[in-house]
């Protein structure tokens, strides 16, 4: 069964503009080119550490030749890379932290569907923990349309 999501969709407008979008995005995480995976920020709740991102998984992605020949699909390292994106970008813009945060560990990930060129792939996060200028934690869930692609716990440390 899956897990019940992180906060109430239908109060936020996903078709709407991003709060913060790519050019925002690239202004506070270095990631670039084709290793860009976070295109946008929906919405955030800075006291209660929840965060809204996606990212708009297109035909030109540079897995799409190889991963897998006649039927792409989105790797699951690549899902948690944007997770861990959101989680660096929620750290560094909003909570104000003036540090690269590197990736230090998955906790946990479970894979529930695929994921495809021309989907949307929304990223609700979870802040669970925060020690500043060191560790912060999250709780990550990808979906797609109405079903969840994939969860994970990410943590990100201070570089």
Known sequence: MPPQ?????????????????RDDILKVNPQNYEMQQLDGVL???????????????????????????????????????????????????????????????????????????GQRLLLLGKITKVRPGRKYDAYIQGMVNDTIVFETEVSGMAV
Not at 84 to 108: K, M, P, T, W
Request: proline share 7%; net charge positive; aromatic share 14%.
């Open 5 to 21: 999501l992180l906060f109430d969709l239908s109060k936020i407008n996903l078709a709407g503009k991003p709060v913060f979008n």
């Open 43 to 117: 919405w955030y709740d800075k006291p209660n550490m929840l965060v809204l991102g996606y990212k708009d998984v297109t035909d030109k992605e540079f897995w799409i030749r190889g991963h897998i020949p006649g039927r792409p699909l989105m790797p699951g390292v690549i899902m948690i890379e944007s997770a861990a994106q959101l989680l660096s970008f929620f750290v560094r813009h909003v909570l104000g932290e003036n540090c690269f945060i590197g990736f230090a560990s998955i906790d946990s990930a479970k894979f529930r569907a695929t994921v495809l060129p």
